[in-house]
């Protein structure tokens, strides 16, 4: 054999382990980092003018920036749910039409039936951890630990909870320095509370320290570090070190202040030499809530933000990056939902036998750029269901903007996303066929959905 036929067998060789490695031999680590409504258009490398994000650029030029990727909900604790389990929120009963999220005064969360993704990487000896909000269930038996998570150290759930005076929002921030003193919100570690009020000027900070130390703790061992930030979802807050530093105003120094921790952790796993064999992935739980105006964040092109099934509250920001994946931009459709099965495919453990899990395998599209095996999306508001995409078409059944009441359209409204991702140009009545074909697949999807027990108006 000649030297180039060699080199190039050598090369054929390497690139096969490269793909399948871990696959074969190492499961990979993971890290979830899930922000509190960020919007679409939040970041540089998704066309933000003004928010400078140099760290998620790269992560996303070195991975996967995926363009049509959907939260399973528009709203903080189903989405959770959906991300944690694989499943449907209203399969697990953390989904309302009354009370959208759980609540300081709610004494439920997610059932222990439920098998976190935590829980089933235990099966493989992971390590487990949570850095963040929680917002799945404060009391003692819902909390992280009893979900599959070995350490926990966050805020249980909204940072604008437990708000201690009747001041509306904005006479808090207007001519006036940031302090944390208007909301109660605990910091916990593990079932403990260590500190209330929180410090919120330095919690985003904090959790990266903490990202970081785990990180380190469980450099010898797989592990899966769930880092869920508080913000910047309202009330806002940044470090002095970024404080009025954004051209975008707070907002702004927020999302930098997020960007930076992310390059600190890709730094750390670079010096650790984990890398290679850690898959890390950047998403937010919804859309911006825009009712807050310039404290709140765009959703670009998209129409509409948090609440709503419109594609501004549930299209989300999304990289991955690191291990084996395939760099690109990405065009085809993903879901939160379907981080637990590609995580769970990638280290070899089945998906639970007796329930359904909702979310697809994909590995083939991070480690190969193949087409993504989800082609239909079904959007809930609350326990009602709004919405259905199927390929390229997007039908409504019914709309809303944050809080107000729900239109319901006879015929359906019908979208093509990929010419009309703004939402502006209804086509059902040229494409009854796509009309029929959807409504169809919700009839099946109706017949066959078990819902699970309410749990989120249960309430003291």
């Known amino acids: 054999m000649g030297f180039k036929k060699k080199i190039f067998f050598i090369a054929l060789l390497f690139n096969f382990w490269s793909f399948y490695g871990f696959q074969n031999n190492n ?16 970041l540089g490398v998704y066309g933000n003018p003004t928010i400078s994000t140099p760290h998620l650029d790269k992560m996303a030029f070195e991975g996967q920036k995926w363009t049509q990727f959907y939260s399973a909900a528009s709203v903080c604790t189903p989405s959770r749910a959906a991300l944690l389990t694989g499943r449907l929120p209203v399969r697990s009963g953390m989904a309302s039409s009354k009370n959208p999220v759980l609540f300081p005064n709610s004494l439920s969360g997610l059932p222990a039936t439920e098998l976190t993704l935590a829980e089933k990487l235990k099966e493989k000896n992971y390590k487990t951890a949570i850095v963040g909000k929680w917002h799945l269930g404060h009391t003692k038996n819902y909390l992280p630990n009893n979900h599959g998570f070995d350490y926990y150290f966050g805020i249980p759930y909204s940072n604008d909870m437990d708000k201690i005076n009747n001041n ?8 006036k320095e940031l302090s944390s003193d208007s909301y109660n919100v605990p910091l916990m570690e593990n079932f403990d509370i260590i500190e209330r009020p ?8 904090r959790y990266v320290d903490k990202t970081l130390q785990l990180i380190n703790n469980y450099k010898n061992d797989n592990f899966f570090i769930y880092l869920s930030h508080n913000l910047p979802h309202i009330p806002l807050y940044a470090s002095k070190r970024f404080l009025g530093k954004s051209k975008r105003g707070l907002y702004g120094d927020v999302i930098e202040e997020i960007d930076y921790g992310v390059g600190l952790i890709i730094n750390e796993l670079k010096k650790l030499n984990l890398d290679k064999k850690t898959i ?6 919804n859309g911006p809530w ?9 959703a670009g092109l998209l129409r509409n933000g948090k ?3 419109w594609e501004g509250g549930v299209r989300v920001p999304t990289i991955f990056w690191g291990a084996n994946i395939k760099p690109g931009i990405i065009n085809e459709i993903g879901s939160t939902l379907d981080i637990y099965t590609t995580f769970l495919a990638l280290a070899k453990i089945d998906t639970q ?7 697809y395998d994909l590995s083939e599209t991070l480690l190969r750029k193949k087409e993504s095996q989800r082609d239909e999306m079904f959007f809930y508001k609350g326990d009602e269901l709004f919405a259905v995409r199927l390929g390229d078409f997007k039908l409504h059944l019914k709309t809303t903007d944050w809080f107000k009441e729900p239109k319901k359209h006879n015929p359906p409204l019908l979208f093509n996303l990929n010419i009309d991702p703004s939402e502006k140009f209804n086509i059902s009545s040229k494409n009854p066929k796509k009309v029929k074909e959807i409504l169809e697949l919700i009839k099946v999807h109706n017949l066959r959905l078990v819902r699970g027990k ?3 108006d249960i309430r003291s």
């Open 27 to 42: 499961s990979p680590n993971y890290i979830v980092i899930f922000v509190d409504d960020m919007g679409y258009g939040d």
């Open 290 to 298: 825009l009712v807050y105006k310039s404290h709140s964040g765009s």
């Open 353 to 359: 036998k007796n329930m359904i899990v909702d979310g």
């Open 307 to 309: 609440g709503t099934t």
């Open 168 to 175: 509306n929002y904005w006479s808090e921030y207007e001519n």
């Open 198 to 205: 929180v410090d919120q000027t330095t919690i985003t900070s």
């Open 280 to 285: 890390v992935v950047f998403t937010s739980d």
């Open 454 to 456: 309410n749990q989120l």
